[in-house]
């Protein structure tokens, strides 16, 4: 069993990917990725944190395709084959231009930096008008989170409500919710072998302990404007700045026959 004590290391998820359940789990995961963008022709991708399982899919469609890895995670060479298309990266200071992506896969990465509020406002900054994102999560509530032996298990999990929050912060509109891994987390023959079983029947009845959630969402193109009442501060009498020796003389004469009146 692996545990990931530490840190997520690019070693040990590219080698949960080559074990069975990694297989299993890429399968799974990677079939709702698929379904939510069928096609990809002409599209600028980016994956970011460890995505590369799920990217290969895009490889003949995809006008280019880039995979970044956070710096504390490192870094492989992605394709294997062929000029590498990786990069190891600060996830708060993405090395593009403004609007030069249309669709981000984010997997390993939200639940794991730690500023992801700084993660989700560079990929806002880099995707273009009408960019998509998609992001896989650990559930909360969900068997993966709870135990250490995948990288699922590592960082900080999620509720629904949490990730919707998050992504509303930082000027993101969800638009669909998908769930995946309702297996338990285990590589035993007999759960692999029946693994299928599990994912038909917890998503037909959409059972509440999916291992992780992915949630597609679009960048808003205005920021939200606050409407505030204005402030009202107590104002002093208003006095002339500048007073001539007349209008001195006129108003302590005035004073002088009040206080005689009086």
């Known amino acids: 069993m692996q545990h990931w004590a530490m840190a997520l290391d690019v070693v040990d998820l590219r080698g949960f990917y080559s074990a069975p359940l990694g297989k299993v789990a890429r399968r799974f995961i990677g079939r709702i990725v698929r379904n939510r963008w069928a096609n990809c022709i002409g599209h600028s991708l980016l994956g970011i944190g460890y ?23 490192g870094v492989v060479n992605w394709p ?26 984010m997997v390993h990465a939200l639940e794991t930096v730690h500023e992801p509020r700084a993660l989700l406002s560079e990929v806002w900054r880099i995707l273009t008008p009408g ?48 769930e995946a891994l309702y297996m338990p987390p285990s590589g035993h023959r007999a759960i692999l072998s029946t693994a299928h079983i599990f994912e038909r029947i917890g998503a037909t009845l959409t059972l509440p302990f999916a291992g992780v959630y992915l949630v597609e969402a679009t960048k808003q193109l205005y920021r939200p404007v606050l409407l505030r009442k204005p402030a009202r ?27 005689r009146v009086s």
């Open 51 to 73: 995505a590369t399982p799920y990217l290969g899919v895009f490889r003949e469609e995809a006008m280019r395709l880039l995979a970044f890895m956070p710096a504390e995670q």
């Open 80 to 105: 294997s084959a062929g000029p590498s298309a990786s990069a190891l990266v600060e996830t708060a200071m993405l090395p593009l231009p403004d609007a030069s992506i249309d669709r981000v896969l």
């Open 131 to 178: 960019g998509r994102l998609v992001a896989v999560v650990p559930s909360r509530r969900g068997l993966w989170a709870r135990v250490d032996s995948t990288p699922f298990g590592y960082g900080e999990p999620y509720s629904k409500s949490q990730l919707r929050e998050l992504l509303r912060e930082t000027l993101f509109s969800p638009i669909h919710w998908g």
């Open 233 to 259: 501060a107590a104002l002093r009498p208003l006095r002339p700045a500048l007073v001539t020796h007349a209008g001195k003389a006129h108003e302590a004469q005035t004073s002088t026959d009040a206080e």
